[in-house]
């Protein structure tokens, strides 16, 4: 299996302007969850989905941070307008039913200017 | 609420033993996970642990006590490549796979 795969790899785009992330979950895996890095805060979870509905969204910082998952095979994670603050690694990662590992993609790197 | 707590730092030395403690406070408890993250890298997964006591992977070793809240995780034969970040992940609640992690203790290894 390829893993979970992510992209863009990195992103640099000028405040104002709408960003998408993009994730494809391992196949067979039922939970897609997007986290946030920072150095000060770590790895935070912003939302996550069961068989493609939205569980728990309370970790999407404001309502400029929008989350979908049309299906199983890939997600989306879109903020606008972007601000400085949003720079961060968006991690996407996924779990195999029963086991609670997190499989993570190699992660987003956004800099918004 | 919740709150995960790991030193931030640490340093050793090639060859040694180093332990990386955790401490949690969560509502609810269903697992506790530790991940390795090398720099400009994803985390990988190391460990699991849901019952009391003490689980060995080769040189490493993840230990529980949730009567204490309290984790730690042992890497015995320490190899330069060892060098990275160390998280800790708590599963709080029974119905849910939502993980939320500590913000890692950065682990040095010198020659």
């Known amino acids: 299996d390829a893993g979970v795969i992510q992209s863009p790899r990195h992103e640099v785009t000028e405040m104002g302007q709408e960003v998408t992330l993009r994730c494809k979950p391992i196949?067979?895996?039922?939970?897609l969850f997007w986290y946030r890095q920072t150095m000060m805060r770590g790895l935070e979870l912003l939302i996550y989905f069961n068989n493609n509905v939205p569980i728990d969204d309370s970790g999407m910082p404001e309502d400029r941070f929008s989350a979908k998952m049309p299906n199983a095979s890939f997600s989306t994670l879109k903020i606008q307008p972007s601000e400085p603050r949003d720079s961060a690694v968006y991690f996407c990662?996924?779990?195999?039913?029963?086991?609670?590992?997190?499989?993570f993609g190699e992660g987003s790197r956004l800099t918004v200017l | 609420g919740q709150n995960i707590d790991q030193p931030t730092e640490m340093t050793a030395t090639e060859g040694a033993i180093v332990q990386i403690n955790c401490t949690y406070q969560t509502s609810g408890f269903n697992g506790l996970f530790w991940y390795q993250q090398h720099a400009g890298e994803a985390p990988t997964f190391l460990s699991y642990n849901v019952l009391d006591g003490l689980e060995e992977k080769g040189r490493f070793s993840s230990f529980l006590s949730r009567s204490k809240g309290y984790s730690y995780l042992l890497l015995k034969e320490l190899q330069m490549k060892d060098s990275a970040s160390y998280l800790c992940a708590v599963r709080g609640s029974y119905n849910t796979d939502k993980l939320i992690f500590g913000t890692g203790t950065r682990l040095q290894v010198f020659p």
């Open positions: 196949s067979g895996h039922d939970y």
């Open positions: 990662a996924s779990t195999p039913p029963g086991t609670g590992e997190l499989f």
